[in-house]
């Protein structure tokens, strides 16, 4: 093993921040891969350089420190390696990121640029305005340019400075984004490294490739501690999944339950796979049987990983972990606080089940421009995410069920209420509702109850297909958050306050199609 192999991120340092990371890791070993994908390597030195040209560009451009730039991610092979820069160039001039995701219909874009303030759109193509935001083509950016190196770059990458905004939601109206800072980033990806033993000699690789969020997040969790990003597909079996561990030479890999199942469910490769130093589940609920059943064909050290965006990982459960009943989820990390209230909101002794809630030095005090949502889930310093469960003296964290009703989509969380408002947006749309089925591999799929609205006296109209409410979310939300299912209903169940009853809508539905099997 290398120097490398074995060395573990070092504490944040108080005046330290992601781009200074960056620039320590370059200076110190600026051969070592950065980020690998199917189109090439960038080393950190590779990296460093077009970090701060691109800082160079942007700021000859007129970005400057406390601006919001809005990405545009392309992914096209130029573009990608070009974007990697760009998203660290931002951060160099202090300007805070907003990512946005090729799949997010132009409306939304427009929508998400006037909600987070955007002063600049980097979008190729784009005209040279869109509404009050300014555009630059990042197609006019050339990370090989040496002539940038003689253009000023200002630092303005303070430890507080606004780094990226995270999505944890929908990208509707009220879509929820937590603005995170360099020592925020680095204080959340420090801690769960230590904890788990992750380093600089390791490569890791996360579900879906860039730009999706997952691999965005890796990017950055990887280069605050000197490791390498892979951006690469998981792949569908579990031949597929070893080809691309042995192509880019990956130790980690996270991954959801529903990647773990199907994975599970796919014939044994003839080769066995390449050793992983762990295999990190994340973003749903998974059994322990299922767990253990992962170690078995995957890899001995399938480590589970609790955590929510808003909270980065919150306890990690490893193979050498005995806890004494199946929902645990794992020991609380270092530095990581957490509470159980009751209905009444008292304080409750360990072991007992309430509402958990969390506290670090590392998460937001609330959502970005939405206090509605920040002052329903942030209380005292601490987030209340909707969970059941329980904290014992040791630290570790039980799971009793879900409290809220944000779906949980294959680890995706799908909050029903921004889908909801754009169905009823539909002039032929009196009410709808969107609910989570149960499914074997995703643990939960989106399905969407839509009462019609009355036609005039006297007129006809067209059936309202579920073809045609398809197309319209598409138009109007990302594709990943469209509802698997559409089905016409009479009403939409209500208790007395109004609000939707969900479990009515789930169990009658189980129940009529089980009725019609029989």
Known sequence: ??????????????????????????????????????????????????????AAWLASQGVRAGDTVALAFDTSAAGVHRDV???????????????????????????????????WLLASGAP???????????????????????????????????????????????????????????LRYIAVARHSGMGAGDRVMAGIPWPAMPTTRMLTRVLVIGATCVSAPVGGTRAAFGAVLARFGVTRAFVSPWQIRQLLASPAPLLLLPPLRALHVLGAPISHAELDAARAALAPNVVLDYGTNETGSIALLGPGDAPPTADCVGKLL???????????GALLAPGETGELGFRSAWMCTGYAGNPRATAERYRDGFVYLGDAGSVDAQGYVYLRGRTVEVINYGGMKIWPEDIEAVLRQHPD?????????PDAQAGQV????????????????????????????????????????????????????????????VQSHLQANRKTAG
């Open 334 to 344: 270092e530095g990581m606080e957490a509470r159980v209230t009751g209905p009444d």
């Open 429 to 437: 749309v009196l009410d709808a509702a969107l609910v989570g089925l």
């Open 128 to 186: 040279p305005q869109v509404g009050s935001v300014r555009t630059l083509d990042p197609r006019r950016f050339d990370g090989a340019d040496a002539a940038l190196d003689g253009l000023p770059a200002p630092r303005g990458d303070a430890p507080e400075a606004g780094f990226i905004y995270l999505f944890t939601s929908g990208t509707t109206g009220e879509a929820k984004a937590l603005l995170l800072t360099h020592r925020q980033i680095m």
């Open 446 to 505: 989106p399905a969407a109850f839509v009462v019609r609205r009355p036609a005039p006296v006297g007129t006809l109209r067209p059936p309202l297909s579920e073809a045609v409410l398809r197309d319209f979310c598409a138009a109007r939300i990302d594709a990943t958050r469209i509802p698997r299912y559409f089905f016409p209903v009479a009403q939409i169940p209500r208790n007395a306050a109004g609000k939707i009853m969900r479990e009515v809508l």
């Open 85 to 119: 820069a760009l998203f660290y160039a931002a951060g160099y001039l202090g300007a805070a990121l907003l990512p946005v995701s090729p799949d997010v219909p132009p409306a939304i874009a427009q929508a998400l640029l006037l909600r987070y303030q955007a002063d």
């Open 1 to 54: 093993m290398t120097e490398s192999d074995t060395q573990h991120p070092a504490p944040a340092q108080e005046a330290d921040s992601v781009i200074g990371r960056l620039a320590r890791f370059a200076a110190r070993d600026p051969d070592h891969p950065a980020y690998i994908d199917a189109h090439g390597t960038l080393t950190y030195g590779a990296l460093h350089r077009s970090v701060r040209r691109g």
